[in-house]
């Protein structure tokens, strides 16, 4: 089998996903046998048209249930763009906290009182949530991923927790 050449954002993503979780280098032609021996699916689909950009999808599937985020290479920097099926956009590089929560009011003031109170920077707020209309009572899902300049204690994140609208906190080093 010859190995194909890089040839789109979704190979460099592919090699990088799998790198991160491996103590093994991991390049173009083994990353797929790699993640085979894993356990881990890997399937590739291609959509075109005039307005298609190169990207990726990502599923996690574990025993919590499946993850979907997918992203692209615009103007030469990778960026996250949806994370299950709620559209966000993020430079992809440095340290990140990922939220997924409900979309009511007095989640992002808590979020920017946590950080302040803590000393933590942030370099850029990015929020999603979903594209439709919210039932009387029921609120929307919705996401954000703060890029800080500072490590996040274990605390911190705690404290964010603490909102009843938020469902889940992590950080993520790029």
Do not use: W
């Not at 439709?132 to 800080?148: K, Y």
Request: aromatic residues 4%; charged residues 20%.
């Amino acid at each position: 089998m010859n190995p194909r050449p890089l040839r789109c954002a979704q190979d460099v993503y592919k090699r990088q996903v799998l790198e991160r979780a491996l103590s093994s280098h991991v390049n173009f032609v083994n990353a797929l046998q790699l993640a085979a021996q894993r356990g881990v699916a890997v399937s590739e689909s291609h959509a075109g048209g005039p307005a298609a950009v190169e990207g990726i999808r990502v599923d996690f599937e574990t025993s919590a249930g499946v993850t979907s985020v997918s992203g692209a290479v615009v103007l030469g920097r990778a960026r996250l763009l949806e994370v299950n099926g709620i559209r966000v956009e993020v430079p992809l590089a440095g340290r990140l906290i990922y939220m997924s929560n409900f979309d009511v009011p007095g989640v992002i003031g808590h979020v920017g009182s946590v950080l302040g109170k803590n000393d933590v920077n942030i370099a850029n707020f990015s929020l999603g949530r979903e594209e439709r209309t919210a039932a009387s009572g029921d609120a929307l899902r919705a996401v954000a991923v703060v890029e800080v300049d500072s490590i996040i204690e274990e605390k911190v994140l705690n404290e964010l927790r603490s909102h009843a609208a938020v469902r889940f906190v992590s950080v993520v080093e790029l």
